[in-house]
């Protein structure tokens, strides 16, 4: 694998062994960029000497998810990116980013295509580029079950445009346009920034630039695009490893939360765990009824009652919250 110049020396065999260690430790006294750390800790993965290949490899397997995202924002080596895959399958943040990734090998792109959450191919599917540049990546959207008829019929758009230019005898050269993926740093970066100004940096950004700031971006960035429009990029949000239970719980409280958003959140195991959270969903009159009732059986007597005299949900919720109330009582 191809390592940058200036990170042979904490990683090469003449490197001192205390060095190494503490390099596989993440105890360097200097602080190393996301990608460059975990590449070092990659090769130190490997090294002759069983303490400091153990140490590297829980370093490794312990990162931050969101520092994952920062290295994976910058070019990586093939190998670095189908380790970090392996270790993240079902996170769909992840999956986004390597995918995404400059590094990432043809067989591994096509695998998270055929196989990755839909925003991959919304992603893959508006950059005409990429496609012209992978020709394999059409079919592997079409093998993957949550490709929309939206983007199939875009993929047929652009088969019939290439082959129009070809038939023309006017081919052009396409190429993946990496900078259209590029978000804004300061909205990345725990910076305090004015709604006002935030939302018009956001409404000049692609839908893939959406994607990818909702996955990654800061408190001040998630705020304005779990609002957007574009359900694909709000409920990226949700994906997004720094967002917190605040957050959660204030989107659970909230009336004017749509049906999809309380879904991705009922679907999370940690955040359902927060009482506050689960009170909230069950009082939302949003929120899915298979979701609210099954989630009256964990809530205190006096949140119950609550519930079951409440105008502003569902008749039948109310009622269900009733009879678990008297029941309770009996026993």
């Known amino acids: 694998m191809k390592v940058r110049q200036q990170l042979l020396r904490l990683i090469s065999p003449g490197t001192p062994r205390d060095l190494k260690l503490n390099a596989a430790k993440r105890t360097l006294e200097e602080r190393l960029e996301p990608n460059d750390e975990v590449t070092v800790l990659f090769v130190l993965i490997h090294d002759r000497d069983a303490e400091i290949a153990g140490a590297a490899r829980r370093s490794f397997d312990d990162y931050p998810k969101a520092l994952f995202l920062d290295a994976l924002d910058k070019k990586l080596d093939p190998v670095v990116v189908k380790r970090i895959i392996s270790l993240h399958r079902e996170d769909d943040a992840i999956l986004i980013f390597a995918a995404l990734n400059e590094g990432i090998d043809d067989e591994t792109l096509k695998s998270l295509v055929e196989a990755g959450p839909e925003e991959i191919i919304a992603l893959i599917g508006e950059d005409p580029g990429w496609l012209s540049q992978k020709p394999f990546l059409a079919e592997a959207i079409r093998k993957n079950p949550l490709a929309t008829p939206s983007a199939l019929k875009a993929l ?176």
Not at 159 to 164: R, T
Not at 240 to 247: L, V, Y
Not at 316 to 325: E, F, I, Q
Request: aromatic share 2%; no cysteine.
């Open 156 to 331: 047929e758009s652009i088969a019939e445009n290439e082959a129009k230019e070809a038939s023309q005898q006017r081919p052009k050269e396409r190429v993946r346009d990496e900078g259209k993926l590029n978000v804004p740093k300061e909205l990345v970066e725990d910076k305090k920034l004015d709604e006002q100004n935030i939302f018009k940096i956001v409404q000049n950004l692609t839908m893939a630039q959406k994607v990818k700031l909702a996955l990654s971006g800061n408190k001040s960035a998630r705020a304005v695009l779990i609002k957007d429009s574009n359900k694909m990029v709000s409920i990226s949000v949700l994906k997004n490893p720094r967002i917190t239970e605040e957050e959660v719980l204030k989107l659970t409280s909230s009336k004017g939360t749509p049906e999809d958003l309380l879904r991705q959140v009922a679907g999370n195991k940690e955040w359902v765990k927060n009482y506050n959270v689960k009170l909230g969903m069950a009082s939302n009159p949003k929120t899915p009824l298979a979701i609210s009732i099954k989630l009256l059986d964990t809530l205190f007597e006096k949140d119950l009652a609550k519930i079951a005299k409440s105008k502003n949900i569902p008749s039948v919720l109310a009622s269900t919250a009733r009879r678990k109330l008297e029941s309770r009582v009996k026993k």
